[in-house]
């Protein structure tokens, strides 16, 4: 009988272990570079968000430590730093003052990124993460 079990056990192990082979292959051929990717807000602070042409952008710029974005129709931009550690610091960031609908998620976006301590990443996923606790998801833009 414990012989059984441990080839049942070592079969579920085996299924297990090539099932993760799998979603590795896939976040590997379809992850993108943090900077340098036009990222897509498409969930901020636990709600879904409408992924809409222009809107609730992000890009990092690899170059100097900028970054540059859209709101709900204003143009954000500022510094940021990380590391190999996925360690992440953004701002301080600002913004041109128009005024629009969506004005309050557009405060809350530009909350959730000032707030930001580390990131992480998903084949085309990017999660902003503030201690520990999601803050955003922005899918890569093709």
């Avoid at 085996?14 to 082979?21: D, F, I, P, R, Y």
């Avoid at 379809?30 to 636990?46: E, F, S, V, Y």
């Avoid at 005024?99 to 707030?115: D, I, M, N, Q, Y």
């Amino acid at each position: 009988m414990k012989t059984l079990y441990k080839i049942a056990l070592l079969a579920a192990l085996t299924a297990l272990l090539a099932g993760c082979c799998a979603c590795r292959s896939y976040q590997k051929r379809t992850r993108r570079p943090l900077a340098g990717t036009q990222w897509q807000l498409i969930q901020l602070n636990g709600r879904t968000v409408a992924a809409e042409e222009g809107r609730y952008t992000l890009t990092l710029l690899e170059a100097d430590g900028q970054l540059s974005g859209t709101g709900a129709c204003n143009r954000i931009f500022g510094s940021y730093t990380a590391d190999e550690k996925r360690a992440l610091k953004i701002g301080p960031l600002a913004s041109t003052r128009m005024a629009c609908p969506g004005l309050e998620t557009e405060r809350e976006f530009v909350a959730a990124l000032e707030s930001a301590t580390h990131y992480d990443m998903d084949g085309p996923m990017l999660l902003l993460l503030c201690d520990g606790e999601l803050r955003a998801v922005f899918q890569a833009k093709p």
